[in-house]
T-cell receptor, first 114, second 110 residues
């Protein structure tokens, strides 16, 4: 059973609003990730963290920011939402080495920006 | 060109059939995850492979390092196996990030 939680599950918001997508895990994992996924498309890494106070941008150019003040919490913030941000956002955490890694995903946040 | 290619993109089969989903990957990927994504978005990790073969219930995953190819097999398929199956490669350069395939949409008809 997944111990990684995302809220909200769905969010419809107007252009220009600031939003924060929440992600928490109770497994004590150091590695956490945010992915963006459009319908029928592959996941793209937008941010990742390998521990407290460590954050890096991923491959996909993003106007979002993240923070990692606590191990269990990895929120994603959009300062000014735009229709192009409409997508599904998936949070994940992992444990283990490069040859023996286990991934855990949240249920995702479906964001619609009008 | 994506570093991880899956085939087929869509697969429809009758309940009970043996299912094979393929994943080919490029140089620089040291291991693969197989993931299952149900409608609504939730993703479950099925296997992580760096060599050989793994089995869990009716699911079997194999990887051939020399040929840079992995397969996911489902025996005695069931309608509840209907989902999108995704392979994701772990790059050996930099910080071991994942590169995802576009997924195989599997539909099992009762």
């Amino acid at each position: 059973e997944a111990d990684i939680y995302q809220t909200p599950r769905y969010l419809v918001i107007g252009t220009g609003k600031k939003i924060t997508l929440e992600c928490s895990q109770t497994m004590g994992h150091d590695k956490m990730y945010w992915y963006q996924q459009d319908p029928g498309m592959e996941l793209h890494l937008i941010h990742y963290s390998y521990g407290v106070n460590s954050t890096e941008k991923g491959d996909l150019s993003s106007e979002s920011t993240v923070s990692r003040i606590r191990t269990e919490h990895f929120p994603l913030t959009l300062e000014s939402a735009r229709p192009s941000h409409t997508s599904q956002y998936l949070c994940a955490s992992s444990v283990g080495s490069a040859t023996n890694e286990k991934l855990f995903f949240g249920s995702g946040t479906q964001l619609s920006v009008l | 060109k994506n570093e991880v290619e899956q085939s087929p993109q869509n697969l429809t089969a009758q309940e009970g059939e043996f299912i094979t989903i393929n994943c080919s990957y490029s140089v620089g990927i040291s291991a693969l995850h197989w993931l299952q994504q149900h409608p609504g978005g939730g993703i479950v990790s099925l296997f992580m492979l760096s060599s050989g073969k793994k089995k869990h219930g009716r699911l079997i995953a194999t990887i051939n390092i020399q040929e840079k190819h992995s397969s996911l097999h489902i025996t005695a398929s069931h309608p509840r196996d209907s989902a999108v199956y995704i392979c994701a490669g772990i790059t050996i350069f930099g910080n071991e990030k994942l590169t995802f395939g576009t997924g195989t949409r599997l539909t099992i008809i009762p």
